[in-house]
């Protein structure tokens, strides 16, 4: 099971192992096209360096908390809103904010490395079942909903805007 950029790891070790996998489960998985990555990689990934002042912690967190409320984080748009209540509980965006200091900048290299991968492609070379699931209004489930139509071991399931539900739905999803 892996969570938005994260899929394309979990996809690289499944075609990578030897080991039989009963199901991959992905949840809100970045399939993007070559225009959207690039996007990303120009805008999505800034380069925030230590300022005296503590002005790169604001970055940081602005950057977390608008992962929640627009897609992609830097489409401060009305195009970009993401539908639904956004997790803005407080502790998780301090730990992600945390830990994305703590990285000393080794997550633009993750993410890029992750958003280059050929996310789609590899889902076609893949035989064991996949479960895709999303939010409805989740700007990437067009792609979901045509991955399911196209690919006869994959299924779509469709999760509440509220995150905060995932995680009944998720659990039956494995069992």
């Not at 005296?52 to 912690?57: A, F, I, K, V």
């Amino acid at each position: 099971m892996a969570f938005q950029a994260s899929c394309a790891s979990a996809l690289d070790v499944t075609k990578n192992i030897s080991v039989d996998i009963k199901k991959i489960i992905l949840i809100e998985p970045w399939i993007l096209n070559d225009q959207e990555v690039t996007d990303y990689i120009d805008n999505g990934l800034p380069l925030i360096k230590p300022d005296w002042s503590g002005g790169h912690l604001q970055s940081y967190w602005h950057m977390v908390r608008d992962s929640r409320l627009f897609w992609p984080w830097y489409n401060r748009t009305i195009s970009g809103i993401i539908e639904g209540k956004p997790d803005l509980e407080e502790k998780q965006l301090d730990t992600e904010v945390t830990e994305l200091i703590r990285s000393e900048g080794y997550w633009q290299q993750t993410i890029k490395d992750q958003l280059t991968y050929p996310t789609k492609d590899c889902l076609f070379e893949i035989d064991s079942p996949i479960l895709i699931l999303s939010r409805e209004s989740h700007p990437l489930n067009n792609i979901y909903v045509e991955i399911e139509k196209n690919l006869k071991n994959a299924n779509y399931l469709s999760l509440e805007n509220n995150p905060e539900t995932w995680g009944s739905t998720v659990t039956k999803c494995i069992l």
